[in-house]
C-alpha cells in the first residue's frame, strides 16, 4: 500500500530548513506520495519546480497538506498552529526535543498520534541524525559569540582570532561532546586561548593529545573550572544527555563574576539549558543581557545556516525515511534497538524513559 508523505514549510521562527531536499525524495517514489507545502525549501535554496521535478506534488496550504499526508516529515517540532492540524492518523517525524517542553508532550499524548525524535535514532553508541547539527551548532556557535563580542552588540569589543600571542581572547567551552568539540577545533583555528571542561577525564585526555599547548583542560566542578568560565570572553555550554534535560553549568553567580560584555551562547537550549535562568532566543532577538553579560540561547541555531543544514540533514535523514514506508514499519521501529528510542509517542502512550523521568510523566511499555 503506497504511503503519503508529507513534507511541510517550516514555521518556527526564522527557521529556513527543511527536512528532505529534492535529490533525496525520488528514491521514494513508487513507495509513497510525496507531498511538499509550496515554498517549503525556499529558505535553503530549492523552489517548488525542484520538487516537483523530483516528483513531488506541491500543494498550497499547510492544512491541506496535513489532511492527506499519513507521515509529516518536519524538522523542528510542532508549533501552536501545526498541533492544530495533527490527528491521531499521524506520524510525526522530526527533531522534538521533548525533555524540555511538558506542554508539547501532553499535547501529542492527547493526540494520539505516534511521534518518533529523529535525535533519538542510534547507530551504535552514536546518534547520526544528531551529530550533523551538532557540528553546525558548535562551529556556530563560535561564529555567534565573534559577532556579540563586537562593540555593536554591546560585547566587550575583543576580537578572538589571535593579533599576538599574548592577548589571544579566552573561549571557555563546557561540555566536550560533537558540539563542544566542533566549538573547541573552530576556536583553535582563529587563534584563541582555548579552555575545554568536561566531566570525563577520559575526554580531556584526548583532547589535550590532540591539541597539545593549544588547549587548557579541566575537569567540571573544580575550582578552576568555575575561574575559566568566570575569566572567560566567551563561554559556549555544550552540555547533552540525549533525551534529557542537561545539568545547569553557568550559575547565576557565575554570569554576575563575568566582565561586562563577555558572552555565553547555550547551545543547550533545545534541551532545555545549561544555563541558569536561560530563556530561548531566535535569530532575530538573538540574546539577552544578564548583569552586563550577553547571554544567547538560539533554539534553532542550525537554522541560522539553513541551505547546508539542509543538505547535511536530508543526507542522513533519508537513510531512515524509508522505514516508515514499510508494510510492517510499527514493529520495525518497536523491535529495533537503533530506531527503537525514537518511538517516543503511541497511541497516548508515552514510551521514552528519558522523557518521562525529565518531565515527572508515566512511562508507558508497549506489550
Not at 247 to 261: A, L, R
Amino acid at each position: 500500500m503506497i504511503k503519503k508523505l508529507g513534507i511541510p514549510r517550516e514555521v518556527k521562527k526564522d527557521e529556513g530548513r527543511v527536512a528532505l531536499i529534492p535529490q533525496h525524495i525520488t528514491q521514494f517514489t513508487g513507495l509513497a506520495d510525496i507531498f511538499v507545502e509550496t515554498q517549503a525549501g525556499l529558505g535553503s535554496g530549492f523552489t517548488d519546480k525542484n520538487y516537483e521535478d523530483a516528483g513531488a506534488k506541491i500543494v498550497n496550504t499547510a492544512q491541506e497538506l496535513y489532511e492527506i499526508s499519513e507521515i509529516i516529515c518536519k524538522v523542528k517540532e510542532p508549533q501552536p498552529q501545526e498541533l492544530e492540524l495533527l490527528n491521531s492518523s499521524h506520524v510525526l517525524f522530526g527533531y522534538l526535543h521533548l525533555s524540555s517542553n511538558i506542554s508539547l508532550t501532553k499535547a501529542l499524548l492527547d493526540k494520539k498520534l505516534t511521534a518518533i525524535a529523529t535525535e533519538m535514532i542510534m547507530n551504535g553508541k552514536e546518534y547520526p541524525l544528531l551529530i550533523p547539527m551538532s557540528k553546525i551548532a558548535g562551529k556556530l556557535a563560535v561564529q555567534k559569540g565573534m559577532q556579540f563580542l563586537e562593540y555593536s552588540a554591546k560585547g566587550k569589543g575583543v576580537l578572538l582570532s589571535a593579533i599576538s600571542e599574548e592577548k589571544n581572547s579566552k573561549v571557555t567551552i563546557i561540555g566536550c561532546g560533537e558540539v563542544g568539540r566542533a566549538s573547541i577545533h573552530k576556536s583553535i583555528q582563529i587563534g584563541a586561548s582555548v579552555t575545554a571542561i568536561d566531566v570525563n577525564e577520559n575526554t580531556l585526555e584526548d583532547l589535550k593529545n590532540q591539541y597539545g599547548e593549544n588547549i587548557s583542560t579541566f575537569v567540571n566542578g573544580t575550582e578552576e573550572a568555575a575561574n575559566a568560565v568566570r575569566l572567560a570572553d566567551l563561554v559556549i555550554g555544550a552540555v547533552l544527555l540525549p533525551g534529557r534535560k542537561p545539568p545547569i553549568v553557568i550559575s547565576e553567580e557565575d554570569i554576575n563574576k563575568m566582565e561586562k560584555g563577555s558572552v555565553i551562547i547555550d547551545v543547550a537550549i533545545d534541551q532545555g539549558g545549561c544555563v541558569e535562568g536561560v530563556k530561548p532566543n531566535t535569530h532575530s532577538e538573538p540574546f539577552e543581557i544578564r548583569n552586563g553579560v550577553i547571554v544567547s540561547a538560539i533554539a534553532n541555531l542550525p537554522g541560522a545556516v539553513p541551505r547546508t543544514s539542509s543538505i547535511e540533514l536530508s543526507t542522513n535523514l533519508q537513510k531512515y525515511v524509508g522505514n516508515l514506508l514499510i508494510e510492517n514499519w510499527f514493529d520495525e521501529y518497536k523491535n529495533n534497538k537503533s530506531l527503537n528510542p525514537s518511538l517516543q509517542i503511541h497511541n497516548g502512550l508515552l514510551l521514552s524513559e528519558e522523557v518521562a523521568d525529565s518531565l515527572s510523566l508515566t512511562l508507558s511499555k508497549l506489550v
